[in-house]
């Protein structure tokens, strides 16, 4: 696994597609530098990109902070089948049901609900388009489900209705930036896909 920073206080590492954020990339860190690796934030198992673990309970509480006062910068790629507007600034109410894992819009606010907001730039269009987002909130498959609900799925992703081949979502954590230790920390990586 590929790790573009490491201090006695953090890692910053790129997660393949296919390990559980949690357990299996902490492992593999573990293997790679030792040490303890703390969780602050997740992707699914299914997306890859550009994670951040802490390696002290005290960092790892500060990410947190960091984190729950929405100080922490998240972008993603993602490649979509269609062609969004140029741009968009999207607030949707989401539904997860857990018994499924599977999330939904819903047009009004009951137990459970949550708002999501994620903003937008379409960088290529076409019959799939490539898009860059800036995520405000950080809701399970919030954006798959914010894009599939206007009939923009990502490429890859069955579970919210793409018809292709890929065997994943074509979807990646390509920057992170958060203040930290008096400093601004900010890393970028795009995926192999990205054209």
């Known amino acids: 696994m590929e790790i573009l920073y490491c201090s006695e206080a953090l890692i910053l590492c790129c997660k393949p597609v296919g ?3 949690e357990k299996e990339v902490p492992a593999q860190l573990h293997r790679q530098a030792g040490g303890t690796f703390y969780p602050v934030h997740r992707l699914d198992q299914n997306v890859g990109g550009l994670m ?36 968009g600034d999207w607030t949707d109410l989401l539904f997860k049901d ?19 907001r994620l903003e937008f730039k379409t960088l290529h269009a076409g019959k799939e388009s490539l898009v860059r987002i800036r995520l405000h909130t950080g809701r399970s498959h919030q954006i798959r489900v914010q894009f599939a609900s206007r009939g923009f799925p990502l490429v890859g992703d069955h579970k919210y209705g793409a018809r292709d081949s890929s065997p994943a979502p074509m979807l990646y954590s390509c920057k992170l930036a958060f ?8 890393f970028e990586k795009l995926p192999d896909w990205v054209i």
């Open 52 to 87: 951040v673990y802490a390696r002290t309970k005290e960092a790892a509480a500060e990410l947190s902070r960091v984190i729950a006062s929405g100080e922490m910068e998240k972008e993603y790629v993602a490649l979509v089948h269609g062609t969004p507007p140029e741009q």
């Open 98 to 116: 857990a018994r499924r894992n599977k999330v939904f819009v819903v047009n009004r606010p009951r137990s459970g609900v949550k708002e999501a």
């Open 19 to 21: 390990l559980d954020s």
């Open 179 to 186: 203040p930290f230790g008096g400093k601004v920390m900010s």
